[in-house]
């Protein structure tokens, strides 16, 4: 790592605000459920939470992501408003797609978040149109697909590494590896690394401790500015770990106990935050400050969603077919 770039103070700070939103946004989306507030299929990305935030960093309001269900973490650390998010997920008017998406299907193209798909592995193609529209117009963008390890065998996958790679899309696969497809562990499903399958393909495929924000920020940086320069996708496996169950409500019993304990010791965000006080980046004030803002802003969103109207009859028709214009 000594040749590969280091994040300076301030982008130290900003990957920490954007760790300590998506865990403070989890715990509340999960309280809110289950003292019957808000009723929702919901997806903890808990553990997760370096992933998004050290590659968004990199990343421009122009530029293209595409997510899946366990998604609020990319969406965040993408720039989407609290407000409009909680709106969508409570199905309110006032959210991102008039409340008609829900959770699993958030989109704010003002931020470059382009879709959001419940469909296992569909972020990838998906993420090729939109590179190859970049690459048409010559505008730059770059495009970000995540996706689960359990999406690292269906045909999507491969199709969409081999036309990105022949065609040098300005695309970056990310596989948030978990190491769970719902409830099968990885290792019961491929006997190869995720990122090894990137050779087959003639492209680089990195394996990147993804719970480390300085590992995570300089492997996503390379590929980036790659993608960028026209030279290619690339392929990077981000190790990590699922703190819940596939869905809220299910009690991952097949979860090795000593595995998700030895997860959760090692929590990425309060290790990250003590590294930060520890190296002078910032103070244990400083910090105290910037999560009860948070807090806040998470108080503020809850609240103006509840209060949001629910979208009428009349939507059911509406946002489907191109309406002319009076």
């Not at 008609?100 to 149109?129: D, E, L, R």
């Not at 359990?150 to 948030?176: D, R, Y």
């Amino acid at each position: 790592m000594s040749n590969r770039a280091t994040p300076d103070a301030a982008t130290q700070l900003e990957i920490y605000r954007r760790m300590a939103l998506i865990k403070a946004n989890d715990e509340r989306s999960r309280k809110v459920i289950m003292n019957g507030r808000l009723v929702m299929p919901y997806y903890s990305p808990r553990g997760q939470e370096v992933i998004p935030s050290a590659i968004s960093v990199n990343l421009t309001d122009q530029d293209y992501i595409c997510t899946i269900y366990r998604g609020s973490h990319d969406q965040l650390a993408k720039g989407l408003p609290l407000k409009d998010l909680w709106a969508e997920v409570a199905g309110r008017t006032t959210g991102t797609c008039k409340g008609k998406g829900g959770p699993m299907h958030v989109t704010y193209p003002a931020k470059g978040i382009m879709v959001t798909t419940g469909i296992v592995g569909s972020t990838m193609p998906i993420a090729n149109g939109l590179a190859w529209g970049s690459q048409l117009r010559g505008d730059g963008r770059v495009t970000v697909a995540s996706f689960g390890d359990g999406a690292a065998n269906i045909g999507a996958f491969h199709e969409s590494l081999n036309l990105a790679a022949v065609w040098k899309l300005p695309v970056i696969f990310v596989c948030q590896n978990n190491e769970w497809g719902e409830h099968t562990a990885y290792d019961k499903t491929s006997n190869v690394k995720v990122a090894d399958r990137a050779a087959a393909y003639g492209m680089p495929g990195v394996r990147v401790d993804g719970n480390d924000p300085f590992e995570m920020y300089a492997v996503a940086q390379e590929a980036i500015a790659r993608a960028r320069a026209g030279e290619g996708p690339t392929l990077i496996e981000a190790m990590t770990y699922r703190f819940f169950g596939h869905v809220f409500g299910d009690a991952d019993a097949y979860m090795d106990k000593a595995r998700k304990a030895d997860a959760m010791a090692n929590d990425p965000v309060p290790r990250f935050r003590a590294q930060l006080i520890e190296t002078g980046v910032a103070t244990e004030e400083q910090l105290a400050e910037m999560e009860a803002a948070i807090e806040k802003e998470i108080d503020e969103a809850v609240e103006f969603a509840l209060a949001s109207d629910f979208p009428g009859v009349e939507e059911l028709k509406r946002d489907v077919f191109a309406e002319e214009m009076a």
